[in-house]
């Protein structure tokens, strides 16, 4: 039996800074022997990865979904993923123009000044209860972990990894994201008994 695994997440889950044979869809592929579709990528925030995945659900049998900072917000412009978090504000999203370009900083710069941190928190936590529930309501496996204490109703899985685990940009280093692979594989093998 083919098992199909789609993986999403910033880019912790993704693995910033690491060779695409260190991150966890290659794991998860190569170990795992799941068909995988790894969607993470950085800076993706959880609006991101919630409606990717509900794009994407009836084409998986399981999902691995690390959430990430409410304080992310994503839009999609013409099909080009805007990403936008805070110290997004001096980079440049090369939309069509100039233009362009700074009106999506000030849009997130606008958006988390008048909503802040306990709206996009409740948001957050909200798109990720419908999401799981959704899911498992149409009978998926699902892996829901956070690198962010959150208020949700559903159970996250919360990894830690302490300094030596990390990159000097603080993303994980080759091992700890070895050791998260087989965390999350201990989590699906639960769910499969």
């Not at 993986?7 to 794991?27: A, P, W």
């Not at 099909?79 to 999203?93: E, K």
């Not at 948001?123 to 690198?147: C, E, H, Q, R, Y």
């Amino acid at each position: 039996m083919v098992k199909k695994l789609y993986l999403d997440g910033c880019s912790l889950t993704y693995g910033q800074g690491l060779s695409r044979n260190q991150n966890l869809g290659y794991f998860f592929q190569h170990e795992g022997e799941y068909i995988v579709d790894d969607m993470s990528r950085n800076g993706k925030s959880n609006l991101a990865i919630c409606l990717d995945t509900y794009q994407k659900y009836q084409d998986f049998d399981v999902f691995v979904l690390g959430f990430t900072f409410s304080s992310r917000f994503g839009i999609k412009y013409r099909d080009q993923n805007i990403d936008l978090f805070a110290g997004s504000h001096g980079l440049g999203f090369n939309l069509e123009s100039e233009d362009l370009d700074l009106s999506t900083r000030q849009v997130y710069k606008y958006f988390y000044s008048v909503f802040g941190r306990p709206y996009c928190d409740d948001l957050s936590d909200m798109l990720i209860d419908t999401t799981v529930s959704f899911l498992l309501a149409n009978g998926k496996k699902v892996i829901p972990f956070s690198w962010e204490t959150r208020q949700t109703k559903t159970d996250l899985f919360y990894p830690y990894f302490g300094p030596q685990d990390r990159l000097e940009d603080g993303h994980l280093n080759a091992v700890a994201t070895k050791k998260l692979y087989q965390q999350l594989g201990v989590l699906i093998d639960q769910q499969q008994r």
